[in-house]
């Protein structure tokens, strides 16, 4: 999917196509981010989305490592710029395949990714960041977060992001996130 030029308007449904995520505080600092999506692809499609490196680059960051508890999982995001962002990197925590996957990461703390079966034979995941952040980076983190699981929705339909064109296809999308989860932390 691409916004291009002048597809800004087009955007607009994507902004509300699901809800906002929440945010909890927590002690020490912490926040919990916390989002929920249903896709209509099975939960070992979604699995294998979240977990598995050759998939992860198709919606979220490049990956190195493998979903095996203990071992290394190492994250590098490509909508980085003007500079590449650099390798951020993680362990996983719990790997129960077509369940939890949950990681650290330099970077974004706790990462876990809790899928369900739902009933129309799709999969609902419940996304959770744990981390610590600076009031004013919590709308910023909000808004990539909600975006990357826009970005797994367009990935399940065979519709992977092209990273190289990111900044003019989905940056005015990420704004608005931003102003949304900005105005909803304001109020909140």
Do not use: K
């Not at 994507?14 to 912490?30: Q, S, Y």
């Not at 979240?50 to 198709?58: C, E, G, K, N, Q």
């Not at 129960?96 to 970077?107: G, K, L, P, Q, R």
């Amino acid at each position: 999917m691409s916004a291009g030029d002048g597809g800004v308007s087009r955007l607009q449904p994507l902004v509300n196509r699901h809800p906002l995520g929440t945010v909890t505080e927590r002690p020490g600092g912490m926040v919990s981010l916390e989002f929920e999506r249903d896709y209509l692809h099975d939960v070992h499609e979604v699995w294998r989305m979240v977990s598995d490196p050759a998939y992860t680059a198709r919606w979220w960051a490049q990956a190195r490592g493998e979903a095996r508890e203990g071992a290394t999982f190492d994250l590098h995001w490509l909508n980085g710029r003007p500079d590449p962002l650099p390798w951020w990197e993680g362990t996983v925590l719990t790997a129960h395949e077509d369940a939890v996957f949950a990681i650290t990461n330099s970077e974004h703390g706790r990462l876990t990714f809790d899928l369900a079966a739902a009933n129309d034979g799709g999969a609902r995941l419940r996304f959770t960041d744990e981390v610590a952040l600076a009031p004013l980076e919590v709308a910023t983190v909000m808004a990539g977060w909600h975006l990357h699981l826009e970005h797994l929705h367009d990935a399940l339909d065979g519709h992977p992001v092209r990273w190289e064109t990111w900044w003019d296809d989905w940056y005015p999308l990420w704004e608005r996130l931003n102003a949304r989860y900005e105005s909803q932390l304001l109020s909140g």
